[in-house]
């Protein structure tokens, strides 16, 4: 079973008040909790053979959603800190996003925010498919549509209003100016290691 991770080091985080803090760390382990729930009633129909059946089918489609909740927002507080830093211009991230089709690191950026100032909820994430070695600003729809198969996400921002009403309103463009200051780039560069 999974347990949440605890992230309470971010509290105290510019940008960032405490209570949206603790509220998104509710909400994550939510998403824990109904992970968990999911998979011991998924393995009780199993043993009961009710495959096939409607509720199984549901369920099965309801664990995507709850699964893929609980690890992005995993990687959304984990790709943040206080005391973030800029990313050094001659980090191999920094040398990759600057050689793939973006040009610049100001043009992913831009490409980026633009992604995250979108309609709609959702997840911005720059992910990294390993087979063409490309970079890549997606966007995905609440938890589960728009994931690029096989990538993985180097930097993930949360778009949904949970992450951002409490201290913003409805100013999306300044919760985004927030998070790429509290960016943490080792972390993002570890991913694409």
């Known amino acids: 079973?999974?347990?949440?991770?605890?992230?309470?080091?971010?509290?105290?985080?510019?940008?960032?008040?405490?209570?949206?803090?603790?509220?998104?760390?509710?909400?994550?382990?939510?998403?824990?909790?109904?992970?968990?729930?999911?998979?011991?009633?998924?393995?009780?129909?199993?043993?009961?053979?009710?495959?096939?059946?409607?509720?199984?089918?549901?369920?099965?489609?309801?664990?995507?959603?709850?699964?893929?909740?609980?690890?992005?927002?995993?990687?959304?507080?984990?790709?943040?800190?206080?005391?973030?830093?800029?990313?050094?211009?001659?980090?191999?991230?920094?040398?990759k996003i600057a050689t793939n089709w973006f040009g610049s690191f100001e043009n992913w950026e831009k490409d980026f925010r633009a992604t995250g100032a979108m309609r709609g909820i959702g997840w911005v994430v720059l992910a990294h498919d390993k087979t063409s070695d490309r970079l890549f600003n997606v966007w995905i729809d609440e938890h589960n549509t728009g994931h690029l198969a096989g990538a993985t996400p180097l930097l993930v921002m949360d778009v949904f209003e949970h992450a951002f009403i409490t201290d913003y309103g409805i100013k999306r463009a300044d919760y985004i100016e927030a998070f790429m200051e509290a960016i943490d780039w080792g972390e993002a560069e570890k991913r694409l290691k």
């Open 1 to 95: 079973m999974f347990t949440p991770q605890n992230f309470d080091h971010l509290l105290g985080l510019s940008g960032f008040s405490d209570t949206l803090l603790k509220n998104h760390f509710t909400l994550y382990q939510g998403y824990v909790t109904n992970t968990n729930k999911l998979i011991d009633i998924l393995e009780a129909m199993e043993k009961d053979s009710k495959f096939g059946t409607p509720e199984f089918t549901e369920l099965n489609r309801r664990f995507g959603w709850e699964f893929n909740g609980m690890r992005l927002h995993e990687l959304y507080f984990g790709n943040m800190k206080k005391d973030a830093t800029a990313l050094a211009s001659d980090s191999p991230l920094a040398q």
